[in-house]
């Protein structure tokens, strides 16, 4: 009678289980806050210099923030002459607490 009373209780534990977490409630997401602004572009500056032979070289510097509200530096240069091409492209983030500047930089170079 026992092992009849325990299975029985087990059972009803089984059952009720996945029915409670369906039943279950939670309250809607709260909305975002009202100061809380997407990551801006505060600003951009483009220059371009000319060389002998035709060459050239134009970068573009972007100056933002990035989704947690740290400055973001990014660089965009492009260099081309006689003997090929180079394109670089340059991250900068600050650490807001310490300061610390954290580059990523990706060259690619193309010969003529």
């Known amino acids: 009678m026992g092992k009849h009373l325990i299975a029985g209780v087990a059972a ?3 059952m009720g289980g996945p ?3 369906i039943a279950q409630t939670y309250p809607p997401a709260p909305p975002p806050a009202p100061g809380a602004a ?3 572009d505060t600003g951009s500056t483009t220059s371009t210099t000319t060389g002998p032979y035709g060459s050239y070289q134009t970068s573009t510097t972007k ?3 990035d989704m947690y509200g740290n400055p973001v530096t990014e660089r965009d240069t ?9 394109q670089t492209h340059t991250m900068t983030q ?4 310490t300061g610390a500047k954290t580059t990523h930089t990706t060259t690619t170079n193309t010969q003529q």
């Open 12 to 14: 009803l534990i089984l």
């Open 19 to 21: 029915g409670f977490a």
């Open 38 to 40: 997407p990551p801006a």
């Open 63 to 65: 100056h933002g923030v």
């Open 78 to 86: 492009y260099k081309a002459g006689i003997a090929g091409s180079t």
């Open 94 to 97: 600050t650490d807001p607490w």
